[in-house]
Nanobody
Framework: QVQLVESGGGLVQPGKSLRLSCASS????????MGWFRQAPGKQRELVAI???????RYADSVKGRFTLSRDNAKNTMYLEMNSLKPEDTAVYYC???????????????WGQGTPVTVAS
């Protein structure tokens, strides 16, 4: 049983920075991919950033150049560094770990509890 625990959310002013953390109960190498998602009020959950098992990172167009996903294998932790925050970044942010048992299997997802980020003056 895998647990993901998020932390670091809160209220921040526009233009400032915030770092989110996602601590895993397993080594992060257990997951085929890990990522950050967010869901704003009245909107669908969207992908923010992912990292593949090979270490490749991908970002949503809306956050490219501002957000950075990183991992610390020794600490079993994934981070999301958010810079130049905008009010439209306001959302509940979720940590995701995905395991693909086989190519013909359904993926298995682990989710954090979500941490709210509010960008406002």
């Amino acid at each position: 049983q895998v647990q993901l625990v998020e932390s670091g959310g809160g209220l921040v002013q526009p233009g400032k920075s915030l770092r989110l953390s996602c601590a895993s109960s397993k080594k992060i190498g257990y997951f085929d991919t890990m990522g950050w998602f967010r869901q704003a009020p009245g909107k669908q959950r969207e992908l923010v950033a992912i990292v593949t098992g090979g270490g490749d990172t991908r970002y949503a167009d809306s956050v490219k150049g501002r957000f950075t996903l990183s991992r610390d294998n020794a600490k079993n932790t994934m981070y999301l560094e958010m810079n130049s925050l905008k009010p439209e970044d306001t959302a509940v942010y979720y940590c995701n770990g995905r395991v693909r048992p086989c190519i013909e299997c359904n993926v298995l997802d682990a989710w954090g509890q979500g941490t709210p980020v509010t960008v406002a003056s």
